[in-house]
């Protein structure tokens, strides 16, 4: 079956696994499965490696991200979900992809050379004020960041960049934030956190595909 449209934009599904339309066909770099259908050419978004991909899975109707948007990408990592993002954005999108370890920036650059909607900034999301000369405001603040703090970096990077009536998807790891806590808690206890600043729209925890993980969608 050839994938159709899915109720999120720039998803695409053939009712058991969900793909974006690649914007630069014949280019593929995660060893993903692809499916044809004459000229266009679909990428399959693995929700067992992409947080993002594992939030449509669970049922969310609205991740904000559309085509032309401008997003920052906080843990940009090697790329695996910026990737599907470039497609969901198109070509006259642009993604900003923020990470502070030189090894998989590497890897990040590789790409943004064969995704020209890409951009690589080596930094650390904790500090937005030292990318802030290179990164413009945004439609969408999207984090997949390891660090105890989560949190604060995405508070702090969604009101510095973050145009009014963006949107933000924060990926939260509860193990990385306190080991002591129940998952369930740390989430109850981001979640109010982040009601504080923002209008949480969205709110899924993401097992199976991801153990002690959920994802918080906001509105600015």
């Not at 609205?62 to 470039?86: A, C, E, M």
């Not at 390891?146 to 973050?162: E, G, H, S």
């Not at 808690?185 to 991801?210: A, G, H, M, N, S």
Request: hydrophobic residues 40%; glycine residues 6%.
């Amino acid at each position: 079956m050839k994938p159709i449209p899915h109720k999120i934009f720039g998803i695409y599904t053939d009712k058991r696994r969900i793909y974006t339309k690649n914007v630069f066909p014949g280019k593929i770099h995660f060893e993903e499965k692809t499916v044809k259908d004459g000229p266009i050419e679909y990428r399959e978004f693995d929700p067992r490696r992409s947080k993002l991909a594992a939030m449509i899975m669970k049922g969310c109707t609205n991740i904000g991200i559309r085509k032309n948007d401008v997003v920052l990408y906080l843990g940009s990592s090697h790329g695996y979900t910026p990737s599907f993002v470039s497609d969901m954005v198109e070509e006259d999108g642009f993604i900003f992809g923020i990470d502070p370890a030189p090894r998989v920036m590497r890897d990040f650059v590789f790409l943004a050379e064969k995704r020209n909607n890409l951009v690589p900034v080596l930094a650390d999301a904790f500090h937005p004020e030292t990318y802030m000369d290179r990164v413009c405001a945004v439609d969408i603040v999207y984090q997949d960041v390891a660090q105890r703090n989560q949190t604060a970096i995405f508070v702090k990077n969604c009101k510095m960049f973050l145009k009014k009536g963006g949107y933000g998807l924060l990926a939260v790891k509860a193990r990385s934030i306190d080991i002591t806590k129940k998952p369930k808690q740390i989430f109850i206890e981001v979640r109010t956190q982040l009601e504080k600043e923002f209008t949480v729209i969205d709110y899924r925890i993401l097992e199976p595909f991801e153990k002690d993980h959920c994802m918080i969608i906001i509105k600015k």
